[in-house]
């Protein structure tokens, strides 16, 4: 008896485990993913799956709902089709003809409803946002406007409240809605800050675009062109930069300071002839090109070649450097001329790199 | 016999150049197809190399755009629409029990039109670079100021003479499939390959205007100076979106419909059980092709059209999930009480439920506009459009061929290499495909050259090329087994699988030139199949043996074309400036289109003015032909 009631201990014991080990085994490949998933989430700047701010936060959201509705779907139709591929396989010596069914009332009317009851559930939420992030900001009393022009391949940024324009580096402050105006000099692009919205396209004079976001957390985002422009599409990045009130008010004070100029006249001289025809410090020079003004305190030079103090970045200099020895080799297809055909020497190139690379602004 | 008169019957290469029988020109198309298809792939192998690791050079940023650019475009319009057509070709006339197509002449100027279109295209590879502005050629990118060799010209000439090639097959299988079906074959009767190829034309014709007057319009504006898109004399570029759009999305649906149809036909064959609610899978593809009409705007979300359009774009796309749904599921419960046989043609067919369902439920999850503003021109995209197009369609065609191999060719492809073509092609695609999805969300967005280290892009980039490569493999499988199988004797039964329903297993493999000896009498739904069960070996005749009448083969479609292809060449290069003075007079002087149109126009008159009336086969020499068929 004892005995007996072991041995159905044991049983039961073994039988339990492997019900268990074979749970294990089919949540395994689960886990793997889930792993995958919790690792493999990308940058903290940079990734849609890491919100940091409340537009990209509610379109992350409507994202999950989506995607939860989409996991129920892909179980259902995996679990039915894994048990139609098992259970109903041809077996050796089956030649009777199965019976030739034309169809099922009732389960098409259940596999029309239930798709139909799932897309409204993401249909309201979806209409709800698309009206939220509809309305125009532009005008609020505490937005700060923002002018966004894309060139091939770089951003102007213009702060018409403030008289301010920039380049390449998005300054904005943390906790106020700010509030863009989006055109393009010449061809399509699209403006995306992934970790801090959804992008929105820059369009001809004409069908111009107005959205706003904001940002929580001081910070550097990382923001991409998403429509192809051109050979260096995928070099036309920019960076947001978001800082706290004051700073944004030290900022502003600094941009409109009237301009340094290189110590040395004689460099001052090339550059102002050369450089300035295009490009904009303070108060001087043109708008062609990519304003200039406290270079040396940006993330990246060309919006590419990432700065100390960014993964992999290097020394402003030397990425100055690299740039204004070869903007072809940095860009293809970019729209500066060589500034050694514009006759300048690698001295000169070298004083003019020293001197941008000092050029910061304290904010 | 009042026009029986005898038919020159060419041999050889002329057989091919000449022929009108649309078994021959299916073959014709699944070649050209093949080889565009081949030029496709090898684009997408080094745009997966050149994305293998950050900041690679392999090719320069202005070839990588060249590359996606051709990429998109070949694979869709030279790739897999003639494959589709190739199909359509082989089938659809043997399924309604039909002698071929309603106007055999225009078959055959489909499939040249499209070759040569498809060749002034790809020419542009070496005739000073091909287009580069993206398989969507946005303006103000494709214009003349930003886009400045001719490879857009390349592009906009080159789909409108491959275009017209479809629009013509479209209405020839639309006039095929209405007038004539076999006596009994109501609508409510064809095989559902025939439905799906019938809605699929009805949407080439409504679609592919659309795609013409856009690539007229930017000719003008890129050749002759014209302001459509040109923003500083009025024009407005986001018409170019709106334009190509109509035809775009219609465009995803003219080629998911036939792999729709293939799975409708291979998934009950190898259950042994008759499809699933056939009635409610009409309706759903008729209600897809009408809803696919509706959504075009939903690539074009953050254009700024304003949140009504967004809003109305957004739940006439998702509504499109339900009606796909339904055919889901209805696959799913074909099987369900079948006998399933794992042939490489049901591996394609089974293969293609949950890949598509999973390119299904991302495409919902796009429709959702502010979700969308995250994934748009991402490589979430791209993982989405992969996996309805390879998972989906490429499945569908890879399925469609190893079934009706043995129909076309009159050999079974080789079972164990297809098996193996299916693994490697479906592990390689998700591989390949199922990653983007997360590159997508983590910030790369689609088409850049390459990328910066540091972005947590480097792991999943290199997983998509090796899976790229186990694709590769699937497909030099395929291409190896369409060798291995050529080499071996003809022969097989007049229905291989053994479980065939439709008509085209009724007759031999491959069927005689004139298809049916007499014209079935169809009783029913799956009308062989029918037969079977009730004891019969073959279809009753509806008509008593008789003459049969047959189009007479004729070159003047492969002349038309190349007057087309002349003057499209003529067009593109007007306004060039030569080194040579006589080739810049006779291109700018218009010479060379004048030429190129005098031979179209010139055959044109000639098919008008001299009357043929075709050939006849007499009953004598059907019994013959019977008995070696």
């Given at each position: 008896m004892c005995f007996q009631r072991s041995l159905r201990k044991w049983k039961k014991w073994g039988r339990s485990m492997m019900k268990r080990w074979q749970a294990v085994k089919r949540l395994l490949p689960l886990l793997a993913v889930f792993s995958l998933l919790l690792a493999g989430c990308g940058r903290e700047d940079l990734?849609?799956?890491?919100?940091?701010?409340p537009v990209a936060q509610e379109q992350l959201g409507l994202m999950k709902l989506a995607i939860s509705i989409m996991i129920v779907v892909l179980v259902i139709v995996f679990a039915i089709a894994a048990y139609v591929l098992v259970k109903f396989r041809r077996r050796k010596g089956q030649n009777g003809v199965p019976e030739q069914v034309e169809g099922n009332f009732k389960l098409e009317i259940i596999w029309t409803v239930i798709p139909l009851v799932l897309v409204i559930i993401l249909a309201v939420p979806t209409v709800q946002q698309i009206f939220a992030f509809g309305d125009?900001?532009?005008?609020?009393?505490?937005a700060v406007q923002v002018k966004v022009t894309s060139h091939q391949y770089w951003w102007e940024f213009e702060y018409p409240q403030y008289g301010v324009k920039t380049a390449q580096t998005l300054v904005i402050p943390t906790g106020k809605k700010i509030a863009f105006e989006l055109k393009t000099a010449d061809v399509l692009h699209s403006f995306w800050v992934p970790s801090l919205s959804g992008k929105m396209d820059t369009n001809p004079d004409g069908t111009i675009n107005r959205f706003s976001f904001s940002a929580d957390k001081e910070g550097v985002y990382r923001g991409k062109c998403?429509?192809?422009?051109?050979?260096s599409h995928g070099f036309m990045e920019f960076k947001v930069k978001a800082v706290n009130g004051d700073s944004f008010d030290n900022w502003v004070t600094a941009m409109k300071a009237p301009a340094v100029l290189p110590e040395d006249p004689a460099l001052a001289e090339a550059f102002k002839k050369q450089c300035l025809s295009c490009h904009a410090v303070g108060d001087q020079g043109?708008?062609?090109?990519?304003?200039?003004?406290?270079?040396?305190?940006?993330?990246?030079v060309a919006g590419i070649l990432l700065n100390e103090g960014q993964d992999g970045g290097k020394p402003v200099k030397e990425n100055l450097k690299e740039w204004l020895m070869d903007p072809q080799a940095v860009k293809?297809?970019?729209?500066?001329?060589n500034p050694k055909d514009l006759g300048l020497t690698d001295e000169q190139i070298d004083g003019i790199a020293d001197y941008l690379a000092n050029y910061k602004l304290n904010y | 016999m009042a026009h029986a008169h005898s038919v020159k019957r060419h041999t050889g290469l002329m057989d091919w150049l000449t022929t009108v029988d649309h078994k021959k020109i299916a073959i014709l198309y699944l070649l050209a197809g093949g080889l565009f298809f081949g030029f496709g792939g090898v684009e997408a192998m080094l745009i997966r190399l050149q994305l293998?690791?950050?900041?690679?050079?392999?090719?320069?940023a202005q070839t990588f755009n060249e590359l996606i650019t051709m990429h998109g475009t070949t694979m869709i319009f030279l790739g897999v629409m003639p494959v589709i057509f190739a199909l359509m070709n082989a089938v659809i006339p043997l399924q309604i029990g039909?002698?071929?197509?309603?106007f055999p002449f225009v078959n055959a100027l489909g499939f040249w039109t499209f070759l040569f279109g498809g060749i002034l295209l790809n020419l542009s590879w070496i005739m000073g670079g091909a287009p580069d502005a993206?398989?969507?050629?946005?303006t103000p990118l494709s214009t003349s100021t930003y886009s400045t060799t001719h490879g857009v010209d390349f592009y906009t000439v080159g789909l409108q003479i491959a275009g017209l090639g479809t629009l013509i097959g479209g209405i020839n299988f639309l006039a095929t499939i209405i007038t004539m079906?076999?006596?009994?074959?109501s609508f409510m009767r064809m095989p559902m390959f025939t439905w799906t190829s019938f809605i699929t034309s009805a949407m080439i014709l409504f679609a592919f205007p659309a795609i013409t007057v856009g690539l007229v319009l930017l000719s003008f504006d890129r050749?002759?100076?014209?302001?459509?898109?040109e923003v500083s004399n009025?024009?407005?570029?986001?018409l170019w979106q709106h334009i190509f759009w109509i035809f775009g999305h219609p465009e995803v649906y003219i080629l998911i419909l036939p792999a729709f149809g293939v799975i409708s036909e291979v998934i009950p064959t190898f259950a042994r059980?008759?499809?699933?609610?056939y009635s409610s899978m009409v309706f759903a593809t008729i209600l897809i092709a009408f809803l696919g009409f509706m959504v075009w705007a939903h690539h074009m979300f953050?254009?700024?059209?304003g949140p009504i359009a967004n809003a109305l774009f957004s739940i006439a796309t998702m509504l499109i999930a339900v009606p796909t749904g339904i055919k889901i599921f209805n696959w799913l419960f074909t099987m369900w009480g079948g006998q399933i046989r794992f042939t490489s043609a049901n591996l394609f067919a089974i293969g293609f439920v949950p890949t598509f369902v999973m390119g299904g439920v991302t495409g919902v999850m796009l429709a959702s506009a502010p979700a969308d503003y995250q994934f748009h021109d991402t490589y979430f995209v791209v993982a989405h459009f992969h996996y309805v197009i390879v998972g989906g369609l490429v499945f569908g065609l890879f399925a469609g061929l190893h079934y009706w191999w043995p129909k076309m060719f009159g050999r079974v492809l080789n079972e164990t290499i297809g098996k193996w073509t299916f693994w490697f092609f479906a592990i390689g695609f998700h591989l390949t495909f199922f990653v983007q999805h997360f590159l997508g969300l983590m910030g790369m967005q689609r088409r850049i050259f390459t990328y910066l280290p540091n972005q947590d892009f480097d792991t999943l980039n290199l997983v998509s090329t090796v899976g790229a490569f186990l694709m590769a493999v699937g497909v030099l499988l395929f291409l190896f087994n369409c060798f291995v199988t050529a080499a071996k004797p003809k022969g097989v039964a007049n229905?291989?699988?053994?479980?065939g329903r439709t008509?085209?297993?009724?007759?031999?493999?491959?069927?005689?030139?004139?298809?049916?000896k007499q014209i079935p009498l169809v009783r029913g739904l799956d009308a062989y199949w029918k037969e079977k069960m009730a004891g019969n070996k073959e279809m009753t005749p509806a008509e008593p043996l008789g003459s049969i009448h047959m189009p007479s083969p004729t070159i003047l479609p492969f002349v038309m074309s190349v007057g087309i292809f002349i003057a499209g060449l003529g067009l593109m290069f007007s306004s060039e400036k030569f080194n040579n003075s006589f080739m810049s007079m006779i291109f700018n002087n218009w010479i060379v289109v004048i030429i190129g149109l005098v031979i179209t126009f010139g055959s044109m008159l000639l098919r008008s003015l001299f009357d043929d009336h075709g050939w006849h086969i007499e009953p004598e020499e059907l019994e013959e032909e019977g008995v070696k068929a």
């Open positions: 990734s849609v799956l890491r919100p940091q701010g125009d900001h532009y005008n609020d009393k505490d998403a429509e192809l422009c051109g050979p043109g708008p062609v090109g990519p304003n200039l003004t406290g270079i040396g305190s940006r993330e990246s293809p297809g970019n729209k500066m001329p | 293998i690791k950050p900041m690679n050079d392999l090719v320069s039909a002698r071929d197509v309603a993206g398989w969507t050629a946005y079906r076999a006596p009994g074959m050749i002759l100076g014209a302001n459509f898109f009025g024009g407005n570029p986001v059980k008759r499809l699933f609610g953050t254009t700024g059209l229905d291989p699988w053994e479980d008509l085209e297993w009724a007759i031999p493999s491959p069927p005689p030139e004139y298809n049916f």
